[in-house]
Each structure stands twice: as structure tokens, then as C-alpha cells.
């Protein structure tokens, strides 16, 4: 029986189905270098191979040469495929040995092809049989190449290649068994020199690396079929956990989303169209889905989405969509950035929730709240109209007067022209006067959505004073308005928050009516609150509260007062707490009561 | 005697009501001084003003009630003629028991504010008549010697000569003689114009 033929033919067959099968895998998983790697290696073995069964059977001296020769190039191809495989596979290794096999086996194989005879042999003389596993087979006799040497210092450099990546990754722990690979590929490396020696001494008729080879390629296909073993398991386990995560995410009215920054690609999961079992995902543009989001929100998604981006925080928005049907639908979203090594964004993950449901209640309940808040504007008006109607009898008796005046002075011969000339323009600039103030009246009354705008502090409460002042005047009272410096601007409705300090202020003139006078002052506080946050206070020097009641200032329909309503601090709580701040009481140590609110501070203006 | 001129004396803290009024009462020929606060207008009454005061009910730091108290106990009180934004009728009640002439809302016509001046300058005429002649009479009385003053005493209450004789201790004859002199003294010809005089002197 010819064994070697028939052992190198088994060899050359096996390798040439592991590198059929990893060719295979490649082409699924572009990304996987390493089945290239070896697909490359087990072809090279394949050839390596079938080259050296025919070498033995070589019928000259000339032809060994020749066929010596040819053997040399998948032999460097292995190598080299090796190299670059370790380093690639184990994740450890210096490439610059992977880089410095490559050169020497080059330089090797390009030596081999260019100098006369081959890389191993100059030149063989004459061929000896050999009887071996029952074939006889030509043996070489002739005199080595110089160039050898090379041969064998590529083999030492992969051994010490293999090693060190091997011990370095089972340092680190890039991969379970490293040592089992390296080992391989040192034994066969170490293998071939031996049956390549044992060749030149003409003990065996060929060097058989094909057979090491095949030791490594199976080694190297039982590595990694193990991990396609593994991801297999990590796929099912994924699925499961995606299958628990869906009906999670189902239950909770939530759908989850990625967005591929690269590809620009929308992946979504889960949510109300999640009948049918299917993995629904529906992958679109960004483009499409900010399209998709109804106009007044697209523009508060878009900046929430550029500060996450920016590193600002997470993404946190709130939007509607329409469904098929043509309904809107309210939507909370939150994200996170997900960052490569060099800190830019590669993806944004997320879960979004339907909130149509809460968002309907939230504005049914602002709704409401407006209109209780309306109700009660109605009667703080009611309680400053008397300041107000007496404001507007200035600039109206001053009209009557001027007129009165001015008419009696046409009855004169002459007519004093210039006198009656600035009465009329006193009388224009009363009228004017007049309307302003019936405007403030009207602005009081006027009933409207929650307007947020920038709130210079200082004019906030220079509007305040004006609005109070003849009321403290009436009540012989001193408002002392203290604003700390470099106060940043307050966000919200002005005329809600004036509606609160109106509340306060009203009651502290109650609460110090009945002092002496020189303790009817009460102070206007404008100061920092915690970051974010202005803080507001109206000090009196009345009687000050019993600790006990404290708490239940404001509750509705709690009054100290036999005319209060109870629903002057129930409604300042209210809009307090509507735009996020908070309203309490404090007992002054000298006597009086402290109230105090937060107005949160607008954001500082961009690009200025 | 020649009548001194009236002025009208305006307080009002918006300049331009009172420039209003200013130029209404200078047009209806009335004398006019104005004034921005209450204390202004004090410090010029330490000086001889006749006349009436129209002011503005709410004012800072003194408003109209504090300026009509605290011009009540000075030697010249003028009429005071209230202006308001609107009735208020507490203050208002204050202000007539205080003694106002009257109670204005801002926005009232000529004829009325000018109506309730002409009778502040009629009080304030009268006011001033009524004062001079007390001032007369309490110097007449002023001139009675101290037993004349007694006996006045005794008759102003209704004693008979002889009555007075034996509660005093004296002679009926000093008793006429005395009597005699203090109706001399204060220009009376009768008991019951002596007693008129007295009322109007405000003795006692």
C-alpha cells in the first residue's frame, strides 16, 4: 500500500474542507480576519501537500529541484498566514515579528526563485530510493543552499512568535486555552526542522511539512469552530433576552430604538404594532423618523438630540406622532450617547413610551389649575381695584380739570392761546397715562395660556411695586424691595408670578395692620436659591404664625382671617409647584413670618 | 376795614392733577398756591394765610386726615375740602368729624368742587369774624378786676344784689358799684346781653 501518498492525500483533503468551511464563514462575517487567515493557511497546506507527494515521486534529480522550488511558496505562504493569524486570533503578540517572519520567508521565497537550484538545495546530484510505510520513494543527495539558514531562522522566529503571544494573551486573558494553539504551532514548526534535517541526511525522502501543517490546521479549526460554537450559544441567549426584553418593553408601553450613526440607520423594537411574534424591527432614516414628528416638537427633539451628542447630558424629550389613522400620539424619549474609544458618538440607544394617556390628564389638570388660577386672579383684582380705580381718578380728575380750565379761558378776549396749547398736551399725556393703567388692568384680568418668557428680576419687581404701591399707601405701609446683584433673569408666566407675590404681599399688609407703624414694613427679597433657582421672600413684622399651622398654610381653604377665602396660598402653591419650585413659611426670630418661593432661572442665552 | 384776599391753598402729590387745578381755580379767578406735600403746605401756614386748603386724601408720608389733625390745634385752622380716587367711606366718616368742609371724588365737576370752595372761603370769613370777636371779648373780659370778675360770677348765675352781698361778705352798695363798672367794662346794658356775651366769649 502507498501510505505517504495516501496519508498526504487524506491531509491535503481534510484541509481543503476546514478551509472550504472557514472560506464559507468569511464571506457571512467580513469582519472575521482571522477565518481569511485560515482559510489562506489551509489552501497553502492543501498545496503544501499535494506538492510533496509528487516531489517524492520525482524520477530525476532536476525534477526534485523543481518541484523543491515550488514547494517553497506554499510553505512561505503558511508561515506568513500564521504570523498574522496569532496576533489576529490570540488579540497579543508583537507585530513587528509578525511583520519580520513575513520579511525573512519573502526574501526567502524570492531567493528561492531567482538563484539556481532551490532554497534548500543548490544543487541536488543525484536521488537515492527509499523504502518507507511501504512505497519507495526518491530520496535527494546534494549539497545545501546557503540560504537555509533563513529557513530555519523564520521557523524560530514563528516558535518565539507563537510563544509569546500565547503566554502574553493567557496574561491578559484574551482567550480561553491560548497556550494550546501556540503550543501546536510550535511542535509542528519544531517538527518540520526535525523531518527537514532527517531529509538532508537522506534518512527520509521528503521534509513532510504538510503533515505539521495539517496538525495546526486542524488545531486551528477546532479553535475556532469552538467559538462559533459559542457565539451560536450567545445568539440563542441574546434572542432570549430580547424575547424577555420585548415582552418587558410590551409591558410597559414601551418601544426601544437604536440609531446607527454611520449607517444612519433607525432600528426599532417592540411597542403597540408588536402583534405578530416577528422580531418587528423597521429600520429608517433619521430623517424620516424627525419627519415623522409633529412640527411644533421636531425642533425641541433636534436640540435635546445635539446636546446629547455634544455631551450635554442624556437625550430627554417629549413629542407627538400621528398613527395611521391619523391620531397624535404623545411620546416620552430618553437616550443615551454610546461613544467609541476616541469619545465620538457612534450610536444613540433608547426607549421611547407612549404618554398620550398622562399627557391628556396633565392637560386637563393645567386646564383646571388655570381656571382655579383665573378665579382667584379675578378676586385679587377685585382686592386692588380700589388702588387701581383710585390710580386711574389722577390722570382722570386732572383731564376734567384741565378741560374745565381750559374752556373758561376761551371765554377770555383774548384767549390765552399758549396756556390753553400746554393744557391740551397735559391732557394727551394724562389719557395716555390712563390707558396704561387700564391695560395693567386688563393684563391682570385676561385669562391665557402659560406664557414663558425671560424675567428681568429687577423689572419684575419694579412692576410689582408699581401694582402695590397705592395699596401700602392706603394701609400706611413701606415696601423695601432688596434684589442681590447680578441676578440672573427668572423664567416664567410674569403674570402668574406676580399673582404669587401679590398673594404674599397682600397677606403681609394684613398681617402687620394691626402693628404700630414703624413696624409696618415689609421687605421684597430677591436672592440665588440652590443652583438654578431664584429665590424669592416677603418678610413682615406682624404677628407671626404659630408653629403649628405652619404646615397647613396651604392647604386649601385654610385662613387665619375671618374674610379669607384660604385660597390665596392654596393657588400660590399651585403655580409655585407648576413650574417645578416650591412655596414654605418660616417664623421669623424677631418676630413676623417669612414666605418663600423658587422660580427656576432661564437658561443663560447661546452665543452671546 | 378792608377784607383780605382768600387764597386757595392746593396739596396734591400728582403734579399733573395738580396743575389741573391750578389752572381751574386761577381761571375762576381764585388766588391759588400749590403745594406737592402736606408738609410743604404746614410749614408756609406758619405764616398769616386766610383762605382754604383742597387736598388730596391719599398721599405719602402725610395724607390728607394727618395734614386736617395736625392743622386742627393751630392758631388758624382753614377749611379743608377733601379730594379722594373714590369714596371710602370710613375715611370719609373720619374726615367729616374732623371737621371738613367736604368730600370730593377727583373726578366731580367744576360746579361742584367750585361750589364747595366758595363755602370753605364763606366759612372760613366767618370762622375768622367769629374768632376776631372772641378775641375782642376775651379782652374785655380780660379788663375786669378780680372781685368785678366774682360778682359777674354770682350774677351770671342769676343772684340778686343782696345775695351776692352776704355770700361775698360786702357792703349791697359795693355790690351795685361793681356791678355797674363790669357792664361798663364790657359794653353790655342788660343781664341777658351780658349772658350772650359770655356764651360767645366761651368762658367758663
Not at chain 1, 88 to 106: C, D, E, N, Q
Not at chain 1, 155 to 170: E, F, I, W, Y
Not at chain 1, 308 to 314: F, I, K, V
Request: aromatic content about 6%.
Amino acid at each position: 500500500m502507498p501510505w505517504v501518498t495516501i496519508i498526504l492525500s487524506m491531509a491535503a483533503a481534510m484541509s481543503l474542507t476546514l478551509a472550504a468551511i472557514h472560506f464559507r464563514v468569511w464571506v457571512h462575517r467580513r469582519e472575521s480576519r482571522e477565518s481569511l487567515l485560515f482559510t489562506v493557511a489551509a489552501l497553502a497546506a492543501v498545496a503544501t501537500a499535494l506538492l510533496e507527494a509528487w516531489l517524492m515521486h520525482a524520477e530525476t534529480p532536476a525534477d526534485y529541484s523543481e518541484r523543491f522550488r515550488w514547494l517553497h511558496l506554499p510553505v512561505g505562504i503558511i508561515v506568513i498566514a500564521l504570523a498574522w493569524l496569532i496576533p489576529v486570533y490570540l488579540k497579543a503578540g508583537r507585530a513587528w515579528l509578525a511583520g519580520l517572519i513575513t520579511a525573512v520567508r519573502g526574501l526567502l521565497v524570492t531567493i528561492n526563485f531567482s538563484s539556481p537550484g532551490n532554497a534548500t538545495f543548490r544543487e541536488i546530484s543525484g536521488l537515492r530510493p527509499v523504502t518507507f510505510l511501504g512505497e519507495t520513494l526518491a530520496a535527494p543527495i546534494g549539497t545545501d543552499s546557503p540560504w537555509r539558514i533563513l529557513a530555519h531562522l523564520s521557523v524560530l522566529l514563528l516558535v518565539a512568535h507563537a510563544l509569546d503571544a500565547g503566554l502574553t494573551a493567557r496574561r491578559l486573558r484574551t482567550r480561553p486555552r491560548p497556550l494550546l494553539l501556540s503550543g501546536v504551532i510550535a511542535y509542528a514548526a519544531i517538527q518540520s526542522a526535525v523531518f527537514s534535517s532527517l531529509m538532508a541526511r537522506g534518512v527520509l525522502p521528503g521534509p513532510f511539512v504538510g503533515l505539521g501543517f495539517t496538525i495546526i490546521v486542524i488545531a486551528l479549526s477546532y479553535e475556532l469552530s469552538n467559538d462559533l460554537i459559542r457565539s451560536n450559544q450567545m445568539a440563542r441567549d441574546l434572542e432570549k433576552s430580547e424575547g424577555r426584553m420585548r415582552l418587558a418593553a410590551a409591558a410597559a408601553d414601551l418601544f426601544l430604538w437604536e440609531w446607527d450613526m454611520e449607517r444612519d440607520e433607525v432600528w426599532v423594537v417592540g411597542g403597540d404594532d408588536q402583534e405578530t411574534d416577528s422580531p418587528a424591527t423597521l429600520p429608517m432614516t433619521l430623517d424620516r423618523f424627525l419627519e415623522s414628528i409633529h412640527p411644533d416638537d421636531r425642533i425641541r427633539m433636534q436640540s435635546s438630540l445635539s446636546r446629547a451628542l455634544a455631551g450635554e447630558g442624556e437625550l430627554q424629550a417629549q413629542y407627538r406622532q400621528f398613527d395611521d389613522s391619523g391620531h397624535g400620539r404623545w411620546f416620552s424619549v430618553r437616550g443615551t450617547v454610546i461613544r467609541d474609544a476616541r469619545d465620538r458618538p457612534l450610536l444613540v440607544r433608547g426607549a421611547s413610551r407612549d404618554i398620550t394617556g398622562r399627557k391628556q390628564a396633565e392637560l386637563e389638570l393645567e386646564a383646571r389649575r388655570r381656571e382655579l388660577a383665573h378665579v382667584q386672579r379675578v378676586s385679587t383684582v377685585e382686592q386692588l381695584s380700589s388702588a387701581l380705580v383710585h390710580e386711574l381718578s389722577q390722570p382722570l380728575g386732572a383731564i376734567l380739570r384741565n378741560a374745565e380750565a381750559a374752556a373758561l379761558l376761551l371765554q377770555k378776549e383774548p384767549a390765552d392761546l399758549a396756556e390753553i396749547r400746554s393744557i391740551v398736551a397735559d391732557i394727551l399725556g394724562d389719557d395716555r397715562r390712563a390707558t396704561r393703567i387700564i391695560d395693567r388692568l386688563r393684563a391682570l384680568l385676561k385669562r391665557r395660556d402659560l406664557a414663558f418668557e425671560k424675567l428681568p428680576v429687577g423689572q419684575l419687581l419694579a412692576g410689582m411695586e408699581r401694582l402695590v404701591q397705592t395699596e401700602f399707601q392706603a394701609r400706611g405701609a413701606t415696601l423695601r424691595v432688596e434684589i442681590e446683584p447680578r441676578l440672573p433673569d427668572a423664567l416664567g408666566d410674569p403674570v402668574h408670578i406676580q399673582q404669587v407675590l401679590l398673594n404674599l404681599l397682600s397677606n403681609a399688609l394684613d398681617a402687620v395692620a394691626d402693628e404700630d407703624p414703624g413696624r409696618r414694613t415689609i421687605d421684597l427679597q430677591a436672592s440665588p436659591g440652590e443652583s438654578g433657582w431664584i429665590e424669592f421672600a416677603v418678610v413682615d413684622r406682624g404677628a407671626g404664625i404659630p408653629s403649628r399651622q405652619l404646615e397647613n398654610l396651604f392647604e386649601p381653604f385654610f385662613s387665619t382671617k375671618p374674610q379669607g377665602t384660604g385660597l390665596g396660598l392654596s393657588i400660590s402653591r399651585t403655580i409655585t409647584e407648576a413650574y417645578g419650585g416650591r412655596i414654605w413659611a418660616e417664623s421669623n426670630p424677631e418676630g413676623g413670618a417669612t414666605f418663600r418661593f423658587t422660580i427656576r432661572t432661564a437658561p443663560p442665552e447661546s452665543g452671546t | 376795614v378792608s377784607e383780605p384776599r382768600q387764597t386757595v391753598f392746593v396739596v396734591d402729590d400728582d403734579a399733573s392733577h395738580l396743575s389741573g387745578m391750578e389752572r381751574l381755580l386761577r381761571a375762576s379767578g381764585y388766588r391759588v398756591e400749590c403745594f406737592s406735600t402736606a408738609r410743604e403746605l404746614i410749614s408756609r401756614l406758619s405764616n398769616p394765610a386766610f383762605g382754604c386748603i383742597i387736598t388730596d386724601l391719599k398721599m405719602p408720608e402725610m395724607d390728607g386726615v394727618e395734614l386736617q389733625q395736625a392743622l386742627a390745634h393751630s392758631e388758624n385752622p382753614l377749611p379743608i375740602v377733601f379730594l379722594t380716587g373714590h369714596g371710602d367711606i370710613r375715611t370719609s366718616v373720619t374726615a367729616m368729624r374732623g371737621g371738613a368742609e367736604d368730600f370730593l371724588v377727583k373726578t366731580a365737576p367744576a360746579e361742584e368742587l367750585l361750589a364747595a370752595v366758595d363755602r370753605a372761603l364763606a366759612r372760613d370769613r366767618r370762622e375768622r369774624e367769629d374768632r376776631a370777636r372772641r378775641r375782642e371779648l376775651r379782652a374785655r373780659f380780660g379788663m375786669l378786676t378780680g372781685r368785678e370778675r366774682e360778682v359777674l360770677g354770682h350774677v351770671l348765675r342769676g343772684r340778686l344784689n343782696k345775695q351776692i352781698a352776704s355770700d361775698l361778705g360786702i357792703a349791697e352798695r359795693s355790690v351795685k358799684r361793681h356791678r355797674t363798672s363790669l357792664m361798663r367794662k364790657l359794653e353790655a346794658d342788660s343781664v341777658a346781653e351780658l349772658v350772650q356775651l359770655a356764651v360767645e366769649a366761651e368762658l367758663n
